[in-house]
């Protein structure tokens, strides 16, 4: 029998040329994936998580205010309103590329807050008070008030931040195991954290050296904007593969991606302790960048790949067309498809938003569900392909009317 849900293929101009193809008949259960007909789904119990999560922006917040008290006890107000509008630069430029590498399966907004106000609040507050007692420690040991800065700055700063930022990380993980699909995710999640330390501690800088605010601007936001966002990535990165991995692979990839995070950012201020920075920068630095980039755009490739993967298995059953398979791989050919769906209004942009999103969603469910590591990927998978349906006979019929 035909697909339910699954009206004929749309037609129009600005889609697809190949819209008129026809849709491959599904079996008679639907995929197997899906869990059969008289499904039903299990209702989630996810009151403990959001608790958690909104004790988490809570506590950010407070670390937040805190650290600003102290700033503003230090510079006053205006010092501290002209830092934060300067510190604004770098946080939203750092965002819109996480956006950007972010494109194929966007996580949830919710969750990128929490990200977001864990590494803004919490992390900040958590390595000022540590650091500061690194360097007390070690001044009362030496009497030595430079040798306290190196060594704080060498060694106690990255050990104690990176734990701070991707203890805010491993959380998410932990908590939103089923929104954390593969590396691509682990620099998403990373990225905003840092970028939230990063922004909340510019502003220290910006007050604390405000006779040299040019200087200082340019080395942290011109020269060193993602500088954070590399440390704590390697965390994310080795979460990501945790998250394809055995259930359990986070407790030694985890502590491997933390000690790469910690040897980058302790080469970091090493450079600008010794006064190498300039020679470090090029020789070091911007490689090392370089190859950040690289490495993304293969892990982006690679995550369209795999929503291609799975999307042609459920076409071959017969829940997508394909033609709609060749649209989802593609952000152009997404984005001429929203043109497309515009035609029927905002009811019929937005299902095909819809359409995009759990499609793609559904695409990692069946990854996991494929490796065995999440039980509710089956659930997942029935769910989205209700949604995939309803949005789809949403923007077909209004975009029919619209002819």
């Known amino acids: 029998m035909a697909n339910p849900g699954h009206p004929a293929p749309a037609t129009g101009a600005g889609w697809h040329a190949a819209a008129a193809a026809p849709v491959p008949a599904a079996p008679e259960r639907g995929p197997m994936l899906a869990g059969g007909p008289g499904w039903r789904p299990v209702p989630r119990r996810r009151t403990p998580v959001l608790v958690l999560e909104v004790f988490g922006i809570a506590l950010g917040l407070a670390g937040l205010v805190w650290v600003l008290s102290l700033v ?8 501290t309103a002209v830092a934060g509008g300067l510190a604004f630069i770098p946080l939203l430029v750092v965002l819109l590329v996480v956006r950007w590498v972010d494109r194929w399966e966007p996580e949830p907004r919710w969750v990128l807050l929490t990200a977001l106000v864990w590494g803004v609040g919490v992390s900040t507050a958590v390595a000022l008070i540590f650091n500061e007692l690194i360097t007390a420690s070690v001044y009362v040991s030496t009497g030595d008030a430079t040798v306290a800065s190196v060594v704080s700055s060498v060694v106690g700063a990255p050990l104690v931040e990176e734990s701070a930022k991707g203890l805010g990380v491993l959380l998410i993980f932990l908590l939103h195991r089923r929104s954390f699909d593969g590396p691509v995710d682990g620099i998403v999640y990373a990225g905003v954290v840092a970028a939230g330390f990063a922004f909340t501690e510019n502003i220290l800088y910006f007050v604390q050296y405000q006779e040299t605010l040019p200087q200082v601007f340019l080395s942290r936001a011109i020269i060193g904007p993602f500088a954070h966002v590399t440390f704590t990535a390697c965390i994310g990165i080795a979460l990501g593969y945790a998250s394809r991995a055995g259930r359990w692979s986070w407790l030694y990839l985890a502590p491997l991606g933390w000690f790469g995070a910690v040897i980058l950012h302790a080469v970091w201020n090493a450079s600008a302790a010794l006064s190498l920075y300039g020679v470090l920068y090029w020789v070091f630095e911007i490689p090392l960048f370089a190859a950040g980039i690289v490495l993304v755009l293969w892990l982006r490739n690679d995550e369209r790949a795999t929503i291609g993967h799975r999307l042609t298995e459920y076409a071959q059953a017969g829940w997508f067309a394909p033609y709609e398979v060749t649209m989802l791989t593609s952000l152009a050919g997404r984005r001429a498809a929203r043109r497309w769906a515009d035609a029927g209004g905002p009811d019929a942009a ?16 069946r990854q996991r569900s494929l490796s065995g590591r999440d039980p509710r990927a089956r659930q997942d998978e029935a769910e989205l392909l209700e ?3 309803r949005a789809r006979e949403e923007f ?4 029919g009317r619209s002819h």
Not at 350 to 365: D, G, I, P, V
Not at 396 to 399: D, E, I, Y
């Open 72 to 79: 503003l006890a230090e510079g006053g107000a205006s010092a």
């Open 387 to 389: 949604r995939v349906a």
């Open 350 to 365: 937005a299902a095909m938003r819809e359409f995009q999103s759990a499609a793609s969603a559904l695409a990692y469910a």
């Open 396 to 399: 077909t019929s209004r975009v």
